[in-house]
């Protein structure tokens, strides 16, 4: 769902125009196409950049960078964990708490969502399956105008 703050409604990801101290609940829907019950792990990741110099907004083990003042999930907290009947939807809330201090520039991350897999399918299957997640990139911004 796309707040009112959304910097441009056209885009898929969020990029917001926030305020210090604001308080805001952003909502994704999470949806289970399968014919199955699955349950779903949301976490909220900070950005990284990758040795390419791409943006990496999936990297949960990557340690901050120096100059990263204020990680997004310092600010965004969301549920442990979903739980989807087979062809079911839910709404999944992200709370936001901006920090206090003006900021001069961007916090950026991600949503993650990763499938958990069944214990027999992790004794068998070691291996992360990329079709078994996906992640929505979260951008709060102050002091634009």
């Not at 441009?8 to 019950?37: A, G």
Request: proline share 4%; with cysteine; charged share 30%.
């Amino acid at each position: 769902m796309i707040p009112n703050n959304q910097l441009d409604k056209r885009q898929t990801y969020f990029d917001l125009k926030m305020k210090p101290q604001q308080k805001q609940v952003i909502q994704v829907r999470v949806d289970n196409l399968s014919n199955k019950k699955i349950t779903v792990i949301p976490s909220i990741t900070n950005a990284s950049t990758t040795i390419y110099g791409d943006i990496n907004y999936t990297d949960q083990k990557a340690k901050p960078d120096k100059s990263m003042r204020v990680p997004l999930s310092s600010v965004a907290k969301t549920a442990k964990s979903i739980m989807l009947k087979a062809h079911e939807s839910k709404m999944l809330n992200i709370h936001i708490v901006m920090p206090k201090k003006k900021l001069d520039g961007v916090i950026l991350g991600g949503i993650h969502f990763q499938k958990k897999k069944s214990r027999s399918v992790r004794k068998k299957d070691k291996s992360f399956d990329h079709s078994d997640s996906k992640s929505i990139r979260l951008c709060d911004r102050t002091g634009i105008k």
